[in-house]
């Protein structure tokens, strides 16, 4: 079973900077995963943000964030960052950490087995 817990949410005014971490435990060493960064604000569906394939070590971002957001891994220490630069009042949110092994496209939410409990991101104007 894999067990994610996020940090480093808060707030920030637009323009600035958060950088946010994964910590993930339980993992299979036999297996590949998809580790992503999702987003969900009030009346919104959950949507994909970034993600990275432990395969390939390959990166995927959703147009909306891309040359301003990097997705990372540090597989020493089994953490996932989410470094988030130039942000914006629209990508205030609540971000959630998850995993799944194996591939597919990689901003299914509903293909994630394993959520993180989220950390809240608000960019004021």
């Known amino acids: 079973q894999v067990h994610l817990v996020e940090s480093g949410g808060g707030s920030v005014q637009a323009g600035g900077s958060l950088r946010l971490s994964c910590v993930g435990s339980?993992?299979?060493?036999?297996?590949?995963?998809?580790l992503g960064w999702f987003r969900q604000s009030p009346g919104k569906e959950r949507e994909g943000v970034a993600a990275?394939?432990?395969?390939?070590?390959?990166?995927y971002y959703a147009d909306s964030v891309k040359g301003r957001f990097t997705i990372s891994q540090d597989k020493a220490t089994n953490t996932l960052y989410l470094q988030m630069n130039s942000l914006k009042p629209e990508d205030t949110a609540v971000y959630y950490c998850?995993?799944?092994?194996?591939?597919?496209?990689?901003?299914?939410?509903?293909?994630?087995?394993?959520w993180g409990q989220g950390t809240q991101v608000t960019v004021s104007s």
């Open positions: 998850a995993a799944r092994p194996g591939g597919g496209w990689w901003n299914e939410a509903s293909t994630y087995k394993f």
């Open positions: 339980g993992y299979d060493s036999s297996l590949h995963y998809f």
């Open positions: 990275f394939y432990t395969y390939y070590s390959s990166t």
